[in-house]
């Protein structure tokens, strides 16, 4: 059985959304055009903000309001019934 090659930008979205991801929060740059593109069709929302430390804070404020049902993940928050 051959393996399946795929580019990197859609196994990156693929593991974004086997954990869940709905939103990425972060910096926008040229370089990240690919990713945001693959995760366009891949249905997950991106929030771009000016710093990154603002990419940090939002997801852990937006945790905060839904509590039980969101973790969040490296800079990202996503609905989930897991803990972390």
Do not use: N, W
């Not at 990197?8 to 974004?16: D, E, L, Y």
């Not at 954990?19 to 990425?24: A, F, I, K, M, R």
């Not at 972060?26 to 000016?50: F, H, K, Q, T």
Request: aromatic content about 4%; glycine content about 8%.
């Amino acid at each position: 059985m051959a393996v399946q090659r795929i580019p990197a930008v859609r196994a990156a979205v693929q593991i974004m959304k086997d954990e869940g991801v709905e939103t990425v929060f972060g910096c926008s740059g040229a370089a990240l055009l690919p990713l945001y593109a693959a995760m366009e069709a891949g249905d997950i929302g991106r929030l771009p903000v000016r710093r990154e430390e603002a990419a940090t804070h939002i997801p852990v404020e937006i945790a905060g309001l839904f509590a039980a049902d969101t973790h969040v993940v490296s800079g990202t928050a996503s609905r989930s019934s897991r803990t972390t």
